[in-house]
């Protein structure tokens, strides 16, 4: 159980150009979930954390309006990626805790964006 | 300010031989402490937390406020124990975790 997906798990996109990526909890309901960025050998880094039906809250240093974050149902995320450019290529990975359960996160298995 | 340091980039040690991940923190309350680990093309998943104290595939570890630690410790390694072990701390009511950086544990025959 507590399977968590993304969605692709690799994206190339021109400059430009804006690219989304989707974050669904399999067999459980999420009232949160969490987009992290994480670069070539180097820590998570947390972007934001979205909670179902709210606006989500972002770290400080992370433009919200580049980095476009819908937490529309308890089992999606997505996070869209405006007017991409090369400097955004990276490794982006949700998370999610389960609705009423143990407040583990849940990680899934990323997304590659580069961007040219 | 929270912080989590683990000093290691990179730790090496023989089948058999103990291993110990170290972890220090930065945090002015009572955290919540964490362990995750990353298996070669595998999604990070949660290893251990402190407030369980339980040993997870031979791992334990144990908060010591007084330093500010939470190392991860296994007294014989075994060679499907190589990965990447990342430390992360938990504020008192907060949600988001802080991850260290991470360190890439191998284990050799």
């Known amino acids: 159980g507590a399977v968590v997906s993304q969605h692709p798990s690799r994206v190339i996109c021109k400059s430009g150009t804006s690219v989304k990526i989707e974050c669904r909890s399999l067999d459980f309901q999420a009232t949160t979930m969490f987009w992290y960025r994480q670069f070539p050998k180097q820590s998570l880094m947390l972007m934001a954390t979205?909670?179902?039906?709210?606006?989500?809250?972002?770290e400080q240093g992370v433009e919200k309006d580049k980095f476009l974050i819908n937490h529309a149902s308890l089992t999606l995320s997505t996070l869209t990626v405006t007017s991409a450019h090369p400097e955004d290529s990276s490794f982006y990975i949700c998370s999610a805790s389960e609705r009423g359960g143990p407040d583990t996160q849940y990680f899934g298995p990323g997304t590659r964006l580069t961007v040219l | 300010a929270q912080r989590v340091t683990q000093p290691e980039k990179l730790l090496s040690v023989f089948k058999g031989a103990p291993v110990e991940l170290k972890c220090n923190y930065s945090y002015s309350g009572s955290p919540e402490l964490f362990w995750y680990v990353q298996y070669s093309r595998q999604r990070l998943q949660l290893l251990l937390r402190h407030i369980s104290r339980e040993s997870i595939k031979g791992f334990t570890a144990d908060l010591n406020k007084g330093e500010t630690s939470f190392h991860l410790k296994k007294p014989f390694a075994q060679e499907e124990d190589s990965a990447m072990y990342y430390c992360?701390?938990?504020?008192?009511?907060?949600?988001?975790?802080?991850f260290g950086q991470g360190t890439r544990l191998t284990i050799n025959p």
């Open positions: 979205s909670n179902e039906g709210s606006k989500a809250t972002y």
């Open positions: 992360a701390l938990r504020g008192q009511g907060a949600q988001k975790l802080v």
